[in-house]
């Protein structure tokens, strides 16, 4: 946090550093996240080092308490940092553009959604069967983020109002459609998928010692690289960077401002759709009616903003949340109230919201300078 | 058809805290800070208002639900604080520290739950708020006249129309010798204080007990009331109004009959699709304050 008066200092000048690097900051509000979390802690009466060794447990599968090593919580602490990836890439892309998705939970639901239908009702073709579900979720989360885009274009209508609507609206249709239409539905519940629409991966499962991590995790990797590729490397990208930079410059050399928010969306939401499919495919063996949002959208937009909205940025970042989220049982076994991580999330994103206060400091400097 | 004064008291008893966070929202919006934050500012309101309910209840019967809601507002207000400071002071992206405190209010609260009552939730408390004579919780009164005293505020009081301006051109206020910055502080405030009674005002009514899926989305109804009703004090009550008799229904339809061939979600549908088919239907026209979301900064014209 910033404070109002630091003393100048000569040669090594931690305003400039944090003005100047993003990744100076993220780490500096990851520090903070963590210090002001254990302080918390502290404060109610336990231990903080039990957190820290449950955060390594998940880490290098090493039980420090029991003196055991099992390479299945590093299977885990990857399974639960895939969505968290993709949901960050998800609001990152859009964040690019110069849009705000608060929707990624929504097109994660409407991926999660369609992908369960095509698994319980597709023809149970090895080979095929999950390919064509991956698709299916990726195309309706791209869907869902498109109609906050195309609203967004056509109508004017701000995306951040229009993506909070649609997660609810996401949620509940769901709900309806899981429920009432999907074959052997109850409650919270379908029948069983066919073994061909699972994304499990005996080699994988085998080297982390029966864990649920699978194929998905070549999706996730694989959208790093798409994401890298479309925003640096394309004139797709350019065009979706010019729109974020500035509107109006776009517009006047010739870039399709409309059509880029647009399809900046589209991608956005398939990255949050793909999300859907792998917690579907990956960590489940049966369509769920769900009972509430799962907040994997909601934690991607702290992965994009600690990740400084980019490729790897999102991707080390979402492996950093994915440990918390992933240790929260061993932490709760612990005497540490699991909901810890979330205020760790929320923390991080609070502070990275206070990072604009190194600008004001650095300007209110120059200024102090230039009068004495 | 549905027996709509049978439901009355219920439905009331739904739109309260949605009306009460929404007005929040709204002063907050006019003064041009958006508030996304409602939903964990109704989060925070309502886990300090049970706590502290279930707390004081043996101990000062009578007094624990004022002092309950009273704290509920407190925390409201001192945690809409961390979205002042960051969006009025540091000028950052308002979208962002709403979605920090969306995150850390629901992190704390149920945090704070496993610490003083060994589970994921507030114990329960023997009795919440009692209906009047005419079946009404307090709280439906509670939002008449904060709604009126709203009103009155914005539309009636020099500043009234002084905050107002912050949301429509905060340079042109500077000039006229506003301090753009305390009025904007106030109305978040404000806007904390009301989310804080909201939450404590649906958690003492509708359930026994603050949990995690208290609040269940309705800050970002309250949100959608917002725009929904133009930013307007009439139009935000009417949006609430319908807003939470949709809410109600939803949980109601499966006792009436004649609602059976609806899918059961469709009510708790309503609220968001009404709102985007508003916004879609009444864009191009300005009915949000022009300022909105925009940090002030001295110096810019």
């Not at chain 1, 390594?56 to 639960?80: C, H, K, P």
């Not at chain 2, 000039?175 to 649906?202: E, F, H, K, P, Q």
Request: glycine share 10%; charged share 10%.
């Amino acid at each position: 946090m910033p404070d109002k008066a630091l003393p100048p200092k000569e040669k090594f000048d931690l305003i400039d550093l944090f003005t100047r690097s993003n990744g100076a900051v993220s780490l500096l509000v990851i520090a903070l996240g963590f210090v002001f979390g254990s302080l918390f802690v502290l404060l109610v009466g336990r231990d903080p080092v039990n957190m820290f060794s449950a955060l390594l447990q998940v880490v290098t599968g090493w039980d420090s308490s029991r003196g055991v090593w099992n390479a299945r919580y590093i299977g885990e602490w990857f399974v639960a940092s895939m969505p968290l990836v993709l949901c960050g890439l998800s609001m990152a892309f859009a964040a690019r553009t110069g849009l705000f998705n608060i929707g990624a939970e929504g097109q994660y639901i409407a991926g999660l959604t369609a992908a369960q239908f095509v698994a319980l009702l597709f023809p149970p073709i090895p080979g095929l069967h999950w390919l064509v579900c991956v698709l299916a979720g990726l195309l309706a989360g791209a869907a869902w983020g498109g109609i906050a885009g195309w609203l967004k274009a056509k109508y004017t209508v701000s995306e951040v109002v229009t993506t909070i609507m649609l997660n609810y609206i996401a949620l509940y249709v769901s709900q309806w459609l899981t429920h009432a239409f999907a074959p052997g539905a109850n409650t919270y519940r379908t029948k069983a998928y066919p073994a061909t629409s699972l994304l499990a991966n005996p080699w994988i499962e085998d080297l982390t010692n029966g864990s649920r991590l699978g194929n998905g995790l070549w999706f996730m990797l694989l959208s790093v690289l798409v994401f890298w590729f479309i925003i640096d490397r394309t004139r797709l990208g350019f065009s979706l960077r010019a729109t974020g930079f500035n509107k109006e410059a776009a517009r006047a050399s010739g870039i399709k401002v409309q059509s880029a928010i647009t399809t900046s969306m589209v991608i956005s939401g398939a990255f949050a759709g793909l999300a859907g499919v792998i917690v579907s495919m990956g960590s489940f063996s049966y369509g769920r009616v769900l009972p509430g949002m799962e907040n994997y959208g909601f934690n991607g937009i702290a992965v994009a903003l600690v990740g400084n909205v980019t490729a790897i940025g999102s991707l080390l970042a979402g492996l950093l949340f994915g440990m918390l989220n992933s240790a929260q049982p061993l932490m709760q076994s612990r005497e540490i109230p699991k909901e810890i991580t979330w205020i760790i999330f929320g923390l991080v994103v609070v502070f990275i919201s206070f990072r604009n206060g190194f600008k004001l400091l650095a300007d209110w400097r120059a200024k102090q300078r230039t009068k004495s | 058809m549905i027996d709509f004064a049978s439901l009355l008291p219920s439905i009331l008893m739904m739109v309260a805290p949605i009306l009460i966070a929404a007005l929040g929202g709204m002063i907050s919006e006019k003064a041009g800070v958006v508030n996304i934050a409602l939903e964990g500012l109704m989060g925070i309101g309502a886990f300090t208002a049970a706590t502290v309910h279930v707390l004081l209840e043996p101990v000062l019967p009578g007094w624990s639900l004022l002092i309950g809601v009273a704290s509920g507002m407190v925390a409201g207000g001192l945690f809409s604080l961390i979205h002042a400071y960051a969006s009025i002071s540091l000028n950052a992206d308002q979208v962002v520290s709403g979605t920090g405190i969306n995150l850390l209010a629901v992190g704390i609260a149920v945090f704070l739950c496993q610490i003083i009552f060994h589970q994921d939730r507030t114990s329960a408390f023997q009795i919440g708020m009692t209906t009047d004579a005419l079946g009404l919780y307090p709280t439906v009164w509670i939002a008449l006249v904060v709604l009126l005293g709203v009103w009155f505020f914005l539309y009636k009081r020099p500043a009234g129309l002084r905050l107002r301006s912050c949301g429509e051109n905060p340079q042109a206020a500077a000039a006229a010798g506003i301090d753009v910055r305390r009025l904007r502080y106030l109305a978040v405030m404000t806007s904390g204080l009301l989310g804080g009674l909201a939450g404590a005002s649906l958690v003492l009514t509708e359930t026994i007990q603050y949990s995690m899926s208290s609040i269940n989305g309705q800050g970002f109804i309250a949100l959608a009331a917002v725009s929904f009703g133009r930013w307007m004090p009439g139009g935000v009550a009417g949006a609430a109004t319908l807003f939470g008799t949709s809410v109600a229904l939803a949980i109601s339809m499966v006792n009436v009959q004649d609602l059976r061939f609806l899918p059961p979600q469709f009510f708790s549908l309503v609220p968001y699709v009404l709102t985007i088919l508003t916004l879609v239907l009444f864009s191009g026209k300005d009915f949000a304050p022009r300022a909105i979301g925009q940090p002030y900064e001295k110096g810019l014209r």
